[in-house]
Nanobody, 122 residues
């Protein structure tokens, strides 16, 4: 019911910036949490940042002060501004939507986008 499409990945030098965007489409009423996860080669997927529809944000410690998540509730989009990027930020970044109200009494959990690659290298 919900489709997520990311954009904005690419190659950047250490210390540089990138902005990731994700748009949710399909037949649904609302999404409670949208956010970003990442998975580096050989590692488990990890939370980067999430934001609820009532404004609560959550960041992993290693990105605090460097990354900023923002949502447009009416447009069903979420963005991640990434500054001061480090080589260890290299990963595939996935958009996530959770707590989806499809219709009255019909809910979905944990929808994922296809991922966008971020490479931080000189």
């Amino acid at each position: 019911q919900v489709h997520l499409v990311e954009s904005g990945g690419g190659l950047v030098q250490p210390g540089g910036s990138l902005r990731l965007s994700c748009a949710a489409s399909g037949e649904f009423f609302s999404i409670y949490t949208m956010g970003w996860f990442r998975q580096a080669p050989g590692k488990q997927r990890e939370l980067v940042a999430t934001q609820t529809s009532d404004g609560f944000t959550n960041y992993r410690d290693s990105v605090k002060g460097r990354f900023t998540i923002s949502r447009d509730i009416t447009e069903n989009t979420v963005s991640l501004q990434m500054n001061s990027l480090k080589p260890e930020d290299t990963a595939i970044y996935y958009c996530n939507a959770n707590g989806i109200t499809v219709s009255r009494g019909n809910y979905e959990q944990d929808k994922w986008g296809q991922g966008t690659l971020v490479t931080v290298s000189s």
